[in-house]
C-alpha cells in the first residue's frame, strides 16, 4: 500500500506541473483590394474577396514568434499554416519559417513578418499563370511596436491596442493583393508537461520499488 501510495503522488506531482507551452492559432482576415497592372488578377479576384490567414505556432519552441522576435529568420516557426483567397485559392502547409524584417529606415519599431517565401510551391494551379509568391502582413499597436513578449507571451493579443493592421499577397512586383486585417482572433491549446516527465515517473517509481525490495 505505501508502494502504491508513493507511486501516486509522484504521477499526480507530474501532472500538476505547469503547462509548460502553448500552441497557439493566429488568425487574420480582411477584404481585399486588387492592384493588376496588366489586368492579369482581374476577373479572378475582386475588391471585397476576403483573405483569411491562419498560423499556428508553439510557445515553447527556441524560434517561436512568441519570443520577442529580432530582425531575422525563424526557421519553421510556424507548425501549421492555412490561406484562403476569395474562396476561390488555398494554400496551407505543416511547416514554414518566418521571416521579421523592418522595411523602411524611418520606422524603427515597424516590424513587419513574410511567410512562406516558398508559398508558389503549395497553391496550384497559378492564377492565370502567376504564383502567388509571398505574404506579409504586419501588426503594430499605438505606441509604434513590433508584437514583443509583452503583447503576445501566451497567446492573447490586446485587440484594442492594435492600430496598424495590414496584409500584402503577392503575385509578383505588378499584380498584388493588399488589405486591412479586419479582424483578428488568438486561441491557445495548453501543451500539459512533456510526456517524458510521467516516465520519470515511472522509472521514479520503479527504483523506489527496488530499494524497497527485501
Known sequence: ????????I???????????A???????????TVHSLNGDLNGTFSSGDLA?????????????????????????????????LG??????SSSSNLEVFNPTASNQDGFFVRTIPDIHQMIAPSVNGLDLTEVFFSLIDKQGAWLDSDLLPAGFLPLAD???KSFRIDFGEDDYLTGTIDNMSVTTVPIPAAAWLF?????????FSTRRTP
Not at 529568420?73 to 492555412?82: F, G, L
Not at 474562396?87 to 496551407?92: L, N, W
Open 52 to 84: 483569411r490567414l491562419k498560423l499556428t505556432y508553439n510557445t515553447n519552441s527556441p524560434d517561436s514568434l512568441a519570443l520577442n522576435p529580432e530582425i531575422g529568420i525563424y526557421q519553421s516557426a510556424i507548425t501549421a499554416y492555412n490561406l484562403h
Open 1 to 8: 500500500m505505501k508502494k502504491l501510495l508513493g507511486f501516486l
Open 162 to 164: 492594435i492600430e496598424g
Open 199 to 207: 516516465g520519470s515517473a515511472l522509472l521514479g517509481f520503479v527504483a
Open 10 to 20: 509522484i504521477v499526480i506531482s507530474c501532472f500538476s506541473n505547469n503547462v509548460s
Open 22 to 32: 502553448s500552441l497557439i492559432n493566429l488568425t487574420l482576415s480582411g477584404q481585399l
Open 87 to 92: 474562396g476561390k485559392y488555398s494554400a496551407s
